[in-house]
């Protein structure tokens, strides 16, 4: 059921590791980067919530969420093989556009799956699960760069954008497509009793209705959301070319530069493979201390992570701030949808699940939109109090946590 999010977090951790980088190959100023990333975050606030509505009314020959994660999975390997060959700022960024919106209609889906056909006592190791194949998917995607230059010598000379970035997105279009299909031919979706096909008028009604009433728990989760993810955007962001700039003291399109690139490629597949050994821990975790706790800790660990990015001169010491952010990636990608779904009406799981989404999608414009300002006159143009800023987020998110009400385990 979830082989497909390794194809899906291939392709987010490629652009998660690679896309400024392409930007700043392309003639970006740091200052810009914020703003050409917006598309992440604003196709996700459009299409997730229409999406889960419609999913929540759908039934075909495929199934009720099916349908709409091979659609996405199709457009969104067109993107991935397209998006190296881009040679202006321009068509990289219409790219992301495309890629950003296809890969939405995907994952929405997804979160929707574990509640739709697992029992209630097994959603929490259902989100573990995810959690699990999404790190499987990011590890890889993330060492992938660094994989075909060292072992299969792979150029790295190319044009604008480095050879070995092209190959790694033709081989995440392939994962992408291949990882997605594996679900789709395998997952027997059950059509549910609650499941009632309704006209598109209906159903955009439905979701505007339960957009403004929404359960008081998605809130309190919801602004824990909303300073998790403007930390982690924040990184996503500044990150690779923090290390290129601050720690290998590099300038952009220097054969320094690139292998600093490629350290911080590296670096985000060490986070992934820590986010990977500590989704496994989780579910043992849990059975010591509860949900809320994991995630308020966890959180407090990948805030301190990236605040300490300040004391950090050398490439090896970066592996601590990647066991923190690993630490807190593998609690946000399991622990808030575990607290949330079983508090959830079965026949709107997937609306609710596209709404949940918006928490983290809002954050991401606002850093997208916003930052750029802070970045310019704040910062000044400094990549690593970027990542740093993201650390207080985090550590904000962190606090938040203690609000909420969770009564299970």
């Known amino acids: ?34 703003i050409l990333w917006l598309a992440a975050p604003l196709t996700g606030l459009l299409i997730q919530p229409i999406i889960g509505c419609m999913s929540d009314h759908t039934w075909c020959f495929l199934g009720r969420r099916k349908p709409y994660i091979l659609v996405g999975a199709i457009l969104s390997s067109i993107a991935l093989f397209f998006m190296p060959l881009s040679s202006t700022l321009w068509m990289a960024a219409v790219t992301l556009w495309i890629l950003d919106a296809s890969v939405n209609v995907s994952m929405g889906p997804f979160r929707a799956l574990v509640p739709d056909l697992l029992p209630e006592s097994q959603v929490t190791i259902g989100y573990i699960i995810q959690a699990i194949t999404i790190a499987i998917g990011t590890v890889t995607a ?7 230059q060292n072992i299969f010598h792979v150029s790295s000379d190319s044009g604008n954008i480095p050879l070995v970035v092209r190959w790694s997105f033709w081989v995440g279009a392939l994962v992408f497509i291949l990882s997605i299909l594996w679900t789709t031919l395998s997952t027997q979706e059950l ?8 006209h598109w008028k209906e159903t955009r009604v439905d979701m505007f209705h339960d957009i403004f009433h929404l359960p008081k728990k998605m809130w309190d989760l919801g602004w824990v959301m909303i300073f998790s993810w403007m930390g982690l955007f924040c990184m996503f962001l500044f990150f690779p070319i923090a290390v290129a700039n601050n720690i290998f003291n590099a300038a952009p399109n220097t054969p320094q530069y690139l292998a600093g690139l490629e350290w911080a490629g590296l670096c985000f597949a060490i986070y992934a493979a820590f986010f990977l050994l500590v989704s496994f821990l989780l579910p043992y975790i849990n059975k010591l201390i509860s949900r809320k706790m994991i995630h308020v800790l966890s959180l407090a660990c990948g805030g301190l992570g990236l605040v300490g990015m300040l004391l950090i001169h050398t490439k090896w010491a970066l ?15 399991s622990m808030p949808y575990a607290m949330l779904a079983n508090s959830l009406p079965e026949e709107k799981i997937g609306i609710y699940m596209g709404i949940f989404n918006l928490f983290i999608v809002v954050p991401e414009i606002l850093i997208s939109v916003g930052f750029g300002f802070i970045m310019q006159y704040i910062l000044h143009n400094n990549r690593e109090l970027a990542v740093v800023t993201g650390g207080i987020f985090m550590l904000i998110a962190s606090l938040l946590t203690l609000r909420v009400k969770d009564v299970s385990t």
């Open 1 to 34: 059921m979830n082989i497909g999010l390794i194809g899906i977090n291939f392709g987010w951790g490629l652009q998660m590791a690679n896309m400024s980088a392409i930007y700043e190959y392309l003639g970006a100023k740091p200052s810009h980067i914020p």
């Open 142 to 148: 993330s060492a992938l760069p660094w994989i075909l």
């Open 191 to 198: 059509a549910p009793d609650c499941c009632v096909k309704k």
């Open 319 to 333: 592996i601590w701030s990647m066991l923190g952010i690993g630490i807190a990636f593998a609690s946000m990608q």
